[in-house]
């Protein structure tokens, strides 16, 4: 007993000496409130309008649970671990089943005045530069070029065969996350950092012959990689970002004016990873972005302008591919020592498989408020619009399919907690 008493003590002890010299940090985010809109959408020549309204949740910032850590390992050398879920306030269960429910999960080793690396489901460059330079903060209602959001607008369904083809979709513009990733940072240096990110996910099957015609199985590679670098100086910040990936549902396209089914369905429907995942199934479609911006801090207001790219091609037909590119400018300041303003704008185009085919002009605009009841909680009011040109659209045959367009309104009011 007395034994056992002994090693209860000791273990006890060394515990406690171990979990010194680590923190672990509790999280979270918790966004409810009112949302509502309307969309009126052309699809192949017929109208359709759709207007909803809900007490729905994420309008401001996806409401998440996270926990992350770090451990001094001594001699500058530090471990680092985040794992951040998703979760859903107004859903039967408290945490999402969706494709985003891992929002980040990765463990790293971090050194003073180098660097650090990570492994796991991981933002992108782009994605965080993004973070960092959009007057909207990316947050999850419509109205903004460079982080395209339309989930959280009821009644918006309607449009979705519309949405894909103005590049209007979610996450339209660029990959946010992939898992199967190693990421590396700099550290600051005279005011530049740089950042790394390279994706692997591959395997090799047999291949086998069906009916002498059909082959199936052969090499699987799900791979990409990024590069990004931000400058700091005074008031200025810029950042400038590239990332390729390789992927089989970059966005959702236009129906393309294509002979072959097999190249139609190469593209396939969209996923939120993008890249990496069981869902990605690697038919040599590549996936181009880029990403530029830059703020200036005036004092009074802080001013945003940003630019966007992104082209997905077929390695199997030159000819066929999607590019988008848009652009947009913002403002934000506060106006009061509580309440918080921000406003944006942008314009952009999607092009579609190359001459003739679809080409869709559009813009967004953005406008939106906090007021600050704490450090930790604010109210918040937030509307926006976009709207896409007439375009036509053709089958897989050639023939013309009729006008689409889309234009798309939402506002939301809400409260949001941080802790």
């Not at 590679?221 to 950042?239: E, I, P, R, S, V």
């Not at 396209?253 to 294509?258: E, F, I, R, T």
């Not at 509580?338 to 001459?355: H, K, P, Q």
Request: aromatic letters at 10%; zero cysteines; charged letters at 10%.
């Amino acid at each position: 007993m007395k034994k056992s008493l002994f090693a209860l003590a000791a273990l006890t002890a060394f515990a406690g000496a171990a979990s010194a010299q680590s923190s672990v940090t509790v999280y979270g985010i918790l966004d409810v409130g009112y949302i509502g809109g309307n969309s009126s959408a052309v699809v192949n020549s017929t109208a359709t309008k759709t207007t909803g309204n809900a007490f729905s949740d994420s309008a401001e910032s996806t409401s998440r649970l996270g926990f992350k850590g770090t451990e001094d390992l001594g001699g500058g050398l530090s471990a680092f671990f985040t794992v951040e879920q998703a979760i859903t306030p107004n859903s039967s269960s408290a945490f999402s089943s969706g494709a985003t429910a891992n929002r980040q999960t990765f463990v790293g080793l971090k050194k003073n005045g180098i660097g650090d690396f990570a492994v796991g489901t991981q933002y992108t460059p782009i994605h965080n530069a993004v973070n960092a330079t959009d007057a909207g903060q990316a947050n999850n209602m419509v109205g903004d070029v460079i982080y395209p959001i339309n989930s959280k607008l009821p009644g918006a369904a309607a449009a979705a065969a519309t949405v894909g083809a103005t590049g209007q979709d979610n996450n339209a513009s660029y990959t946010v996350r992939v898992n199967n990733s190693l990421t590396v940072n700099s550290a600051n240096f005279a005011g530049f950092q740089a950042h790394g990110l390279v994706v692997a996910n591959n395997s090799n099957t047999n291949q086998t012959v069906t009916n002498s015609t059909t082959v199936t199985g052969g090499t699987n590679n799900q791979n990409g990689w990024g590069l990004g670098a931000d400058y700091t100086w005074n008031k200025l910040f810029a950042t400038a970002n590239y990332q390729s990936l390789s992927a089989t549902n970059p966005y959702a396209p236009a129906v393309p004016q294509a002979s072959s089914s097999a190249a139609v369905a190469a593209v396939g429907s969209p996923t939120v990873f993008g890249v990496g995942g069981a869902s990605a199934l690697g038919t040599n479609v590549h996936d181009n972005q880029g990403y530029v911006a830059a703020t200036y801090d005036f004092g009074i207001l802080k001013a945003y302008a940003q630019w966007v790219t992104r082209k997905v091609t077929y390695s199997e037909n030159s000819g066929y591919y999607v590019k988008r590119q848009a652009e947009q400018i913002g403002v934000r300041s506060f106006i009061t020592p509580t309440i918080e303003g921000w406003a944006s704008a942008g314009l952009g185009r999607y092009t579609a498989y190359g001459t003739g085919q679809p080409t869709a002009n559009f813009n967004a605009w953005q406008l939106g408020a906090n007021y600050w009841l704490s450090k930790r909680t604010n109210l918040y009011a937030i509307v926006g619009a976009e709207n896409t040109s007439n375009y036509s659209t053709v089958s897989a045959s050639g023939t013309a399919t009729g006008t689409n367009s889309l234009n798309t309104n939402g506002y939301a009011l809400g409260v949001r907690h941080t802790f």
